[in-house]
């Protein structure tokens, strides 16, 4: 399919007058979480949540700070998130994806709104959703 990548807002709740980032994320559906670079976490002046231990794509683990709150923002929709502290690069993973019900379209090799729910994020309270 390719590579996936998404411009995507990011700001702290917490400081309204720290200014929003706007960045280029890889869309990645092997991680879990918002994964953010030190330099980005400084510059919104996240609040230290705790550590978490998180596996790597080679199988190997290590320690990595988990920062936060933080509000992402992309194609119109917003969800409120935590972020792992590592790597050079943003990743957006599954979680804050499916927060803000974003599909990855292989036949556009991009980021889209869920299909059977353009207008507004659609969530899954108790039960089961069946697919459209």
Known sequence: MGRVKQNIALRNPRKPA?????????????????????????????DHLHTRKVCLADGS?????????LVVQALGRECYT??????NEVLLGVVPMEDMDLWISPALHQLVPNPA???????VAKGFVPLP
């Open 18 to 46: 720290v200014q929003p980032l706007e960045v280029e994320a890889r869309v990645d559906t092997g991680a879990l979480h918002l994964c953010i670079p030190a330099d980005i976490a400084a510059r919104l002046e996240l």
């Open 61 to 69: 683990t290590r320690e990595v700070p988990y920062q936060g709150p």
């Open 82 to 87: 935590g972020a792992i502290v590592m790597g």
């Open 117 to 123: 729910s353009p207008d507004i994020p659609m969530s």
